[in-house]
């Protein structure tokens, strides 16, 4: 077999950039792995292994991305069968993998026409494309949605989550390991996904002081460039002759939104998908939003994370809230990070399938109204950092469907008539993931427990105390301090401690308290309340013992495997009596915590069980 060559390119430094290729395709590699000892064309020695543990005849193809100035290796290997695998493979067959040869590190090359068409005749596009022809159609349309993220991006798990429901692409299909719904959930069937891919190595994950659970990932530059062409055949996006994103649509049901560029505006009702990929002023108008009565995601905010240096999203003015009645079609609607925003239309009745509303760090958001009530199929409502909302409406109490609700404001507001106090909640039967702001001087943290026990499907669950719409009063950190700590000590002094410690959180995993106004934990938090509780977050506040009344001078034991202290100048423990009361503890992040002592971590404050071992 004849070997083929890619042509020499030459990068914007003039440098030439050569792909270099053996004489064996993807299928032979496998065949030549078994061939009889012998020397290769290199001289190697086949059946020896060199200092990689590779065994030598085993050949590889070494390929170069013209775009890039990093090498590759396609490869076969045998997936594994084992059932407790991160991504089980969907056949036991040989699947071709990608594998970095080495770090990648890239360098600014030449994106013109010419080199795109060149690495689309190239070998090592030929073997992605294999790759991807054996994916699913979910998967398929899952891959090709990073090509719309610029190159070395961050791209959080939630916003994936969020766009792939808006498109349909993690329906969840009748499973036997399923909730009380009969079906999986969305954030399971999207970590299935993601797993794959990194079992691929289509994206890697980006962990941050070691956290064994990933929420962010990256692509890799030339799997990304082979990705985009993928998207312009298939029309995901429109991408331009050397590659670039444009805010075009004529050839693709999905638009998106670039800062340098202007939308077209003919043929809206083709739309399907609106994403806004860098524009952070929206000053156009939207008189067209009537016209979008297909589109299904509209993606306005911000996809990058809030704490990243970056400014929130202004917009001109609010008008054109007006036309979301038009798309009774929309499943998400995102206006994250979106600063102007002061309230949602009446109008917002009509989205009658929307599935996702996401107003996080709507910071000008001051009310929800009362029409929330029609957006029966509603499962993701996310108002957490609105600082501005001082109370929630009490229709909120009516989305049966809701699952995950983040940032309710729990207060003591009662000039707004009829608001949904926590309690009301119970009827939320699918509700899986609540966190709460309390905003109020009468919450009761040992009745606590009451409502919670009601909420058979609660698995997380984040309580934040002395924020929310206080934020109104002053601004500066300086006075808002100075807020929490009034309201704080005003909760300590009303607390209750007659509770029925019968009642359990039967599936809580993940419990987060932040800023928690006691000194000792509640009587009601112990482990045969929260017997499935692995995840244990307290950062801030007065707490100076992990302990309550009930447990002083008894060993207690708790089946935690995470635990995370942050900011708690007054808790004393060692590490002894840590390990003793958490036997099963497996990572420990501790900051500023300064009478937490003889803690085995790293310079990160993180301690890792197979670390110390």
């Given at each position: 077999?004849?070997?083929?060559?890619?042509?020499?390119?030459?990068?914007?430094?003039?440098?030439?950039?050569?792909?270099?290729?053996?004489?064996?395709?993807?299928?032979?590699?496998?065949?030549?792995?078994?061939?009889?000892?012998?020397?290769?064309?290199?001289?190697?020695?086949?059946?020896?292994?060199?200092?990689?543990?590779?065994?030598?005849?085993?050949?590889?193809?070494?390929?170069?991305?013209?775009?890039?100035?990093?090498?590759?290796?396609?490869?076969?290997?045998?997936?594994?069968?084992?059932?407790?695998?991160?991504?089980?493979?969907?056949?036991?067959?040989?699947?071709?993998?990608?594998?970095?040869?080495?770090?990648?590190?890239?360098?600014?090359?030449?994106?013109?026409?010419?080199?795109?068409?060149?690495?689309?005749?190239?070998?090592?596009?030929?073997?992605?494309?294999?790759?991807?022809?054996?994916?699913?159609?979910?998967?398929?349309?899952?891959?090709?949605?990073?090509?719309?993220?610029?190159?070395?991006?961050?791209?959080?798990?939630?916003?994936?989550?969020?766009?792939?429901?808006?498109?349909?692409?993690?329906?969840?299909?009748?499973?036997?390991?399923?909730?009380?719904?009969?079906?999986?959930?969305?954030?399971?069937?999207?970590?299935?996904?993601?797993?794959?891919?990194?079992?691929?190595?289509?994206?890697?994950?980006?962990?941050?002081?070691?956290?064994?659970?990933?929420?962010?990932?990256?692509?890799?530059?030339?799997?990304?460039?082979?990705?985009?062409?993928?998207?312009?055949?298939?029309?995901?996006?429109?991408?331009?002759?050397?590659?670039?994103?444009?805010?075009?649509?004529?050839?693709?049901?999905?638009?998106?939104?670039?800062?340098?560029?202007?939308?077209?505006?003919?043929?809206?009702?083709?739309?399907?998908?609106?994403?806004?990929?860098?524009?952070?002023?929206?000053?156009?108008?939207?008189?067209?939003?009537?016209?979008?009565?297909?589109?299904?995601?509209?993606?306005?905010?911000?996809?990058?994370?809030?704490?990243?240096?970056?400014?929130?999203?202004?917009?001109?003015?609010?008008?054109?809230?007006?036309?979301?009645?038009?798309?009774?079609?929309?499943?998400?609607?995102?206006?994250?990070g979106i600063s102007g925003i002061q309230g949602l239309p009446v109008s917002i009745s009509k989205l009658r399938n929307l599935r996702i509303l996401d107003l996080k760090a709507c910071y000008n958001l001051e009310i929800l109204p009362k029409e929330i009530k029609s957006l029966k199929m509603l499962t993701h409502l996310d108002i957490s950092e609105c600082y501005l909302l001082d109370h929630m409406p009490k229709e909120l109490a009516s989305l049966s469907d809701l699952q995950v609700l983040k940032g309710f404001v729990v207060t003591d507001i009662i000039s707004h008539g009829n608001y949904c106090?926590?309690?009301?909640?119970?009827?939320?039967?699918?509700?899986?993931?609540?966190?709460?702001?309390?905003?109020?001087?009468?919450?009761?943290?040992?009745?606590?427990?009451?409502?919670?026990?009601?909420?058979?499907?609660?698995?997380?669950?984040?309580?934040?105390?002395?924020?929310?719409?206080?934020?109104?009063?002053?601004?500066?950190?300086?006075?808002?301090?100075?807020?929490?700590?009034?309201?704080?000590?005003?909760?300590?002094?009303?607390?209750?401690?007659?509770?029925?410690?019968?009642?359990?959180?039967?599936?809580?995993?993940?419990?987060?308290?932040?800023?928690?106004?006691?000194?000792?934990?509640?009587?009601?938090?112990?482990?045969?309340?929260?017997?499935?509780?692995?995840?244990?977050?307290?950062?801030?506040?007065?707490?100076?013992?992990?302990?309550?009344?009930?447990?002083?001078?008894?060993?207690?034991?708790?089946?935690?495997?995470?635990?995370?202290?942050?900011?708690?100048?007054?808790?004393?423990?060692?590490?002894?009596?840590?390990?003793?009361?958490?036997?099963?503890?497996?990572?420990?992040?501790?900051?500023?915590?300064?009478?937490?002592?003889?803690?085995?971590?790293?310079?990160?404050?993180?301690?890792?069980?197979?670390?110390?071992?």
């Open positions: 077999m004849a070997s083929s060559t890619n042509p020499s390119l030459k990068s914007n430094s003039g440098q030439v950039l050569e792909a270099e290729e053996t004489t064996h395709s993807i299928s032979t590699v496998t065949h030549d792995s078994t061939a009889k000892n012998g020397s290769d064309n290199n001289g190697n020695r086949r059946g020896t292994k060199n200092k990689h543990g590779r065994s030598r005849n085993q050949k590889k193809k070494v390929l170069c991305n013209p775009l890039q100035g990093a090498k590759f290796r396609v490869s076969i290997r045998k997936t594994s069968k084992n059932k407790d695998s991160a991504a089980p493979p969907q056949s036991h067959h040989d699947v071709p993998v990608l594998e970095t040869e080495e770090a990648i590190t890239t360098r600014a090359c030449s994106t013109d026409s010419d080199a795109y068409d060149q690495l689309k005749q190239s070998s090592i596009f030929r073997d992605f494309r294999a790759i991807f022809e054996g994916l699913d159609l979910q998967r398929k349309n899952c891959l090709l949605s990073f090509a719309v993220f610029p190159e070395n991006a961050v791209v959080q798990k939630r916003l994936l989550v969020y766009w792939w429901i808006g498109e349909g692409l993690l329906d969840p299909p009748p499973s036997s390991s399923t909730n009380t719904t009969g079906e999986k959930t969305v954030e399971k069937i999207a970590t299935e996904v993601l797993q794959d891919f990194m079992a691929k190595r289509f994206i890697v994950p980006v962990n941050r002081k070691r956290k064994t659970v990933v929420n962010r990932f990256k692509m890799d530059p030339i799997l990304r460039s082979l990705v985009i062409l993928l998207a312009r055949e298939s029309k995901f996006f429109d991408y331009d002759s050397s590659g670039e994103l444009t805010c075009k649509y004529s050839g693709s049901e999905r638009a998106c939104l670039i800062d340098s560029e202007k939308l077209e505006s003919e043929n809206q009702e083709k739309i399907k998908t609106l994403f806004n990929v860098s524009r952070r002023f929206l000053d156009f108008t939207f008189d067209w939003f009537p016209k979008m009565r297909n589109v299904q995601v509209l993606c306005l905010g911000m996809w990058w994370s809030s704490g990243e240096d970056h400014h929130h999203i202004e917009v001109k003015n609010t008008e054109f809230l007006k036309g979301l009645k038009s798309m009774e079609s929309l499943r998400l609607l995102s206006f994250h106090s926590l309690a009301d909640l119970a009827g939320l039967k699918k509700l899986r993931k609540l966190s709460i702001n309390v905003n109020s001087e009468t919450f009761s943290i040992e009745e606590l427990l009451t409502t919670l026990s009601k909420f058979e499907e609660l698995e997380k669950l984040k309580i934040a105390w002395g924020g929310g719409s206080k934020a109104k009063e002053s601004t500066g950190p300086g006075k808002t301090m100075v807020r929490q700590k009034s309201l704080l000590e005003k909760v300590v002094r009303k607390q209750k401690t007659k509770v029925d410690r019968a009642m359990e959180i039967k599936k809580l995993q993940k419990l987060d308290l932040q800023c928690f106004p006691l000194k000792k934990l509640p009587d009601w938090l112990i482990p045969e309340n929260l017997k499935n509780l692995k995840k244990l977050y307290i950062r801030g506040g007065g707490l100076n013992s992990l302990s309550n009344k009930i447990q002083e001078g008894e060993i207690i034991k708790w089946d935690v495997e995470v635990l995370h202290l942050k900011y708690l100048s007054e808790l004393k423990i060692n590490w002894s009596e840590l390990k003793a009361m958490f036997p099963k503890l497996s990572y420990l992040e501790k900051f500023k915590c300064p009478k937490v002592t003889f803690c085995p971590c790293d310079g990160s404050g993180v301690w890792l069980e197979s670390s110390s071992n």
